[in-house]
Every structure is written in C-alpha cells, then in structure tokens.
C-alpha cells in the first residue's frame, strides 16, 4: 500500500540556495522538453517520446555545465512527469489539459527517486547533494520510501512529501447498512452558510478572502508599482504570497475539522448535492463566494472520509428541486427561486420553511431513495442507478482523439 506523509522543511540558507538552483535546473529541464516536444509536432508532424528527451538533456549537460550540478535523476524525473502530463492528455482530453510551461514564480519542485534517508531521531532528511536538512517529523512511518518531493512555495516555504511503500495490506472497511430514513445525513451546500446538514447543525462559511481582501489589494497595489527585477519588488512578492498562503491554510483548516465533524457523526450514510462548482464559478456574482467557500474541496474530502469510514456516500441529481420540495407535504412551489429568499410558507399545509434546513432534509429523503435501490450484495448498479450517481464522477467512456488532435493544432499555431 502506498500512501504520502507531508512534512515542514528548515534548511539553512545555503541549503535553501541550492534547492532553489537545483528546483531551477529541474524547471527548465521540464520547459526545455516541452518546447522540444512542441516544435517537433508543430514542424514536421513527429511525435517524441521519453527517451527522445533524455538524450537531448544530455547534450544540453555538454553546452550548459551548470546542469549537472543538480541531481541527475531529479532532471529525468522532470522529464518523467513530462510524459506523463502527455499520456494523461491523449488519454482523457477533456479532464487533463495540455502540458504548459513552468513558471518561476509558482510552485517549484524537486523529485529524488532514490538515495533518501530519514532519521526520526535527529529531526533530519538527508537530500542527494544538498546533505542533511532540519525537518520536523511530526508522525513516523513504516516502510521502505518510494519517491520524495521536495516542494518551494512561493512565499518561501518548504515541504517535503514522501511516498511510502508498506507491505501492509489495505485496512477492511466494515460497510454500514442503512436502515431507514434517520440514518442518511442530507447535506445542503451553500455561500451564506458552507453547509447544513439534515440534523440541524450548520457550518458556517468564514469567508476568509473577505476577511483579508483589503489587506491583499493593499499588498497588490505596492507590488504592481515596484521595478520588474528589483530586490524590492521580490520582498513584495512574498509578502503578497504569505498572505495567500494563509487564506489557502484557513480554508483548508476549516474544511478538515468540517468534514471529520460530518464523517464521524452516527449516520450510516451521506447525502449531498452533484453540484456544478465549474459551473458556478463562471456566474460572476458568484465566483468569488464559492471559491471563497471551498465547495469542491470540501466534497471531495467528505467523499473520501465517508469511504474510509464505511458510509455510503451518495449524490443526489442537481436538478433535483430541494428548495422548492415542502419536506413536510412533497408540494413543489417552483416560486422559490432567487437566492434571496431564505425562508418560505408552503401554500398547500401552510409550514413556514427555513430555505437551507428544509433542502437539507430533502436531500436526505432523496439520498435514501437512491440508496435503497443499491445492490447490497455487491452486485452491479442498474444503468438508471450509475448514471444519477456517478454521471460526474466519471470521464468520458471514450477516448475524444478528435478534440486532442484540435488542441494540438491549436497550441502550434500559437509557437
């Protein structure tokens, strides 16, 4: 079994200069096949592979000397990861875009496939000519290390994650049955509240980059006037850059502690929304609240703690009406429809509804639904069943060549 542990690197600053020559020099190695890649499709129509790559790095290792500095298989790996962007692209166009270039000022990374060492008792991770950098194990592991990343942020930090092989197998998850309606726990997402759930608790959305925008356009405003390539305007830059990263590490915080607070509530089973986060993001009335909320991140880490739990974990149809639904007589008062209306009477029993609390039941209602039409013998979904449960979860069934021959056409037009 494979799994990552992620920890806080401290290198001194020698250390920290090389690392960033060394993520240079992989950067550049990745852009350099790339370009390479690209002239050959756009001028003779040839397709280059893995090894064409390599041996171009190894003549560009005799004009430009300064490569070899860095850990030879660290630049292969660039080249790895390369490939790899290109078969998922042919692969599955219309999930996995095409390979673009690196940037600088983005996040920089160094693979080391091989020739790692940890010791957990000096709090240190030995890195192939860098030698042994400070690092805070906050957890151990067992097992033999696969592959280790180290990554730059670009406020200034360092990570390191590990991928570690055990020879463990993968732990049994004991499914939970449900039962009836009291076990499915109906999730309703939204901006004003990040969610409600069918139980009558409600997580509230902080609104973190509405908290701090003033500050981050202050910030904004003083880099845009300083000089392109001053040692002023660089201070700036990370300035900018910590205050992002601090929204990024509050939203995270936040949809961690919700998500382990739903998964690990009495509930045999969740049910939510099939949101369509692209979508909405495109309304720019929008966009910047459900960014701001964390909606997709927040499914797809409740998804994966339901799964390890042994919840069942389901999606009800977006357009099915749980606003407008009474959740106490089924009357569907399709008036319900600007965002603006958060409570509602229902004209046939006359219950006054709270718009969030009463989709978030019918949400549940509809989860069970689904949920009682599942095979519980491990049997096979009815073609019905998949395509309102996994119609978004799943990339296209065929392969679309056409549109990755049309990207394709598109990005040499642009060289």
């Not at 171009?56 to 850990?71: F, T």
């Not at 920089?108 to 091989?114: C, E, K, L, R, T």
């Not at 830059?237 to 601090?246: E, G, H, P, Q």
């Not at 701001?292 to 799964?307: N, V």
């Amino acid at each position: 079994m494979l799994k990552a542990f992620k920890y806080r690197l401290y290198p001194d600053d020698s250390q920290a200069r090389l690392l960033r020559q060394h993520a240079g020099c992989c950067r550049y190695v990745f852009n350099m096949g790339l370009e390479y890649r690209r002239k050959a499709y756009r001028r003779r129509g040839e397709s280059r592979g893995y090894g064409d790559t390599v041996r171009l790095l190894n003549i560009m290792k005799k004009e430009k000397p300064w490569l070899r500095e860095a850990y030879s298989q660290s630049l292969q790996s660039a080249l790895r990861n390369l490939d790899t962007a290109y078969v998922n692209f042919f692969r599955d166009p219309g999930h996995f875009g095409y390979p673009n270039f690196k940037r600088k000022t983005s996040v920089q990374s160094i693979q080391y496939p091989q020739n790692c060492k940890v010791d957990f008792q000096e709090q240190k991770l030995h890195v192939p000519k860098i030698g042994w950098v400070p690092c805070i194990f906050h957890r151990r592991f067992e097992g033999r290390m696969k592959t280790v990343t180290i990554s730059i942020e670009p406020s200034g930090e360092f990570h390191v994650s590990i991928l570690v092989e055990n020879e463990d197998e993968t732990p049994v998850v004991i499914q939970q049955s449900v039962k009836d309606e009291s076990d499915v726990l109906g999730i309703d997402m939204g901006v004003k509240a990040l969610c409600t759930c069918s139980d009558g608790t409600v997580f509230e959305n902080n609104r973190y980059l509405a908290k701090s925008e003033k500050r981050l356009r202050r910030e904004q405003r003083r880099l845009s006037r300083k000089k392109k390539g001053s040692a002023n305007r660089n201070r700036q830059r990370i300035k900018v850059a910590k205050i992002n990263k601090k929204i990024a590490n509050q939203r995270k915080d936040a949809v961690e502690k919700a998500t382990a607070e739903i998964a690990g509530k009495s509930h045999a089973a969740v049910a939510v929304e099939n949101l369509n986060v692209k979508g909405m993001v495109k309304n720019h009335h929008l966009a910047k609240s459900v960014s701001d909320a964390s909606m997709s991140a927040f499914l797809t880490r409740l998804e994966t703690k339901c799964r390890n739990k042994g919840k069942t974990f389901v999606k009800v149809d977006r357009w099915f009406p749980s606003s407008q639904t009474c959740s106490v007589c089924g009357h569907v008062n399709k008036g319900i429809r600007d965002l603006k209306i958060r409570e509602w009477v229902c004209p046939r029993c006359h219950t006054r509804h709270e718009r969030d609390n009463n989709a978030s039941i019918n949400i549940a209602r509809e989860g069970y639904r689904l949920i009682a039409r599942l095979p519980m013998d491990g049997g096979e979904v009815t073609p019905v069943e998949k395509t309102a449960l996994q119609q978004d979860n799943q990339g296209p069934a065929v392969t679309d060549f056409a549109e990755a021959g049309r990207v394709l056409e598109r990005e040499a037009t642009c060289l």
